[in-house]
């Protein structure tokens, strides 16, 4: 998708990150996912202890991150036919400034 910049609706997407998910379940089993994620824990702990302001820098960045991109998902297109030049002569013209 982004490689190829091929257009994708968000029902695909969403399909496609479960699709993802299920493959690297397969690949890689329970055990090994529930190893991986106590390991990122753990370091995730240990980061925290040594580093708490920048561990709160990380936080606060990605719930703002998170919430752009929830928000652009959300947002909708805005006069997408919008042309400054246009409305810009349309106000010149009403004040007198073009004819």
Not at 29 to 36: E, H, R, V
Not at 74 to 88: E, N, Q
């Amino acid at each position: 998708m982004i490689l190829w910049k091929t257009p994708v609706s968000n029902l695909q997407f969403f399909g496609y990150a479960i699709s993802l998910a299920g493959l690297i379940y397969y690949k890689l089993g329970a055990d090994q996912l529930k190893a991986s994620f106590e390991t990122a824990r753990m370091s995730w702990t240990t980061f925290n202890a040594k580093n708490p302001i920048i561990k709160t820098i990380i936080a606060l960045f990605s719930v703002v991150i998170i919430m752009f991109i929830l928000l652009s998902f959300l947002m909708p297109k805005f006069a997408p036919d919008y042309d400054p030049r246009s409305f810009l002569l349309s106000g010149a013209a009403s004040v007198g400034l073009v004819t």
